[in-house]
Nanobody, 126 residues
Framework: QVVLVESGGGLVQAGGSLSLSCAASGRYFSLYAMAWFRQAPGKEREFVATITWPYGRTYYVDSVKGRFTISRDGAKNTVYLQMNSLKPEDMAVYYC???????????????????WGQGTQVTVSS
């Protein structure tokens, strides 16, 4: 069992920045990727970014490229999401996810991840 604990959400004005973090804990697990997804009211959960273990390859949804940066601290099993130039359309509940299996089919799909955090609200005022 892996537990993901997110922190860092909040309220920010459009154009501002926020940083999210997510720490994974548990016994006898291996991480192969961690990701951020988001879900706005009335919309489906959307992939935002992912980073692989151990090579740190990153992938982003087009709408956040150049504005968001995903990074990790392998020693702490923690992933971060630095969000700059926030827009009202970035407002959502952001979820951290972890993949603990080597095999994967689609890193952009929620189905590829085994564990999820509780979510943290990001509110962007215009």
């Amino acid at each position: 069992q892996v537990v993901l604990v997110e922190s860092g959400g909040g309220l920010v004005q459009a154009g501002g920045s926020l940083s999210l973090s997510c720490a994974a804990s548990g016994r006898y697990f291996s991480l192969y990727a961690m990701a951020w997804f988001r879900q706005a009211p009335g919309k489906e959960r959307e992939f935002v970014a992912t980073i692989t273990w151990p090579y740190g390859r990153t992938y982003y949804v087009d709408s956040v490229k150049g504005r968001f940066t995903i990074s990790r601290d392998g020693a702490k099993n923690t992933v971060y999401l630095q969000m700059n130039s926030l827009k009202p359309e970035d407002m959502a509940v952001y979820y951290c996810a972890a993949r603990t299996r080597i095999a994967y089919t689609n890193p952009y799909s929620a189905d590829d991840y085994d564990y999820w955090g509780q979510g943290t609200q990001v509110t962007v005022s215009s």
